[in-house]
């Protein structure tokens, strides 16, 4: 086999605390991450040697920034392959949008590899390889419903959630995941969040409460970075919805509904222009 094709799936964030900050300057953070369908293709073809990177979508590096070219670049390293391969990403997942695009690429990059030559996919090690490049990655190589917490690299693989409607809507602006973390720390909002009670629900319930503290830290400063945020929310909330929150540093906007037609009719009528619009679901591991 000298090509495959693979889904790289992005993830939405249904719980978003921050505990502190370590000297190192990351932040300590408690969130429940959730795969949903929404996804890139990526296609990873053996070459004899060299790393080329292209993407659908221009304005994606094709070099060394990019997290699918760091893939590629650890796994040659790691075991000690001297090849190249050649990568293409469809992109449909918006970027710089607190979904973790970047990051599911460079897993279906990863993964891909492992497939082409014939190696058995051991999750460790892969995440091993993965772990410098971005604290999102390691969880795109598997998925489902996660409990992360440390700087987000410390997952706790939960019984995945059923699948729900989801409506998600990206503004066209994008949000500095750096800019919105220091204005965070600037205003430290008081938003309490009970994550033992949401870990709870997840671990040992048939029904998902959403009523608890399903909530994101990092919304009042991503919404005085842009007044998109505000914008999208206050036309979600009157669509009937079982939960509405911005993912991520943002700026997307999901709301989870109890039916497809729910979503697929926010979907449709949605009045703003230029906004990236969705109606998908939520996914169970990959």
């Not at 953070?29 to 060299?50: C, G, N, P, T, W």
């Not at 891909?112 to 058995?120: T, V």
């Not at 842009?226 to 929150?245: A, C, F, R, S, W």
Request: charged share 25%; net charge negative; hydrophobic share 40%.
């Amino acid at each position: 086999m000298n090509e495959i094709v693979l889904n790289a799936y992005a993830k939405i964030n249904l719980a978003l605390d921050i505990k502190g900050i370590y000297e190192d300057g990351y932040h300590r953070v408690e969130m429940i991450m959730q795969s949903i369908a929404l996804h890139d293709r990526v296609k990873v073809r053996k070459k004899s040697s060299d790393i080329i990177v292209n993407c659908s979508d221009p304005c994606i590096p094709f070099g060394k920034e990019n997290l699918a070219f760091q893939a590629a670049e650890m796994f040659f390293s790691e075991k000690e392959i001297s090849k190249g391969a050649e990568i293409y990403i469809q992109k449909n997942i918006p970027v710089a949008a607190g979904l973790a695009g970047g990051s599911a690429d460079a897993a279906a990059v990863l993964k891909g590899l492992y497939k082409l030559y014939d190696l058995k996919e051991d999750y460790i090690e892969m995440r091993k390889i993965l772990s410098s490049i971005g604290m999102d990655v390691p969880f795109c190589l598997k998925g489902g419903t996660v409990f992360a917490s440390g700087k987000g690299d410390e997952l706790e693989f939960l019984p995945s959630i059923k699948e729900y409607p989801l409506l998600l809507v990206t503004p066209s602006v994008q949000l500095s995941t750096a800019e919105v973390y220091e204005l965070y720390d600037q205003l430290l909002p008081d938003v309490k969040i009970d994550m033992d009670s949401i870990l709870k629900n997840l671990k040992e319930d048939k029904e998902i409460n959403w009523s608890l503290d399903w909530k994101n830290v990092l919304e009042e400063p991503a919404k005085k970075l842009t007044q998109e945020i505000k914008q999208v929310e206050k036309i979600i909330k009157n669509t009937d919805n079982l939960l509405y929150m911005m993912s991520g540093s943002g700026p997307s906007v999901f709301a989870l509904y109890d039916s497809k037609e729910k979503a697929d009719k926010a979907a449709s009528n949605w009045p703003r222009k230029g906004d990236f619009v969705i109606s998908t679901t939520t996914m169970g591991r990959y």
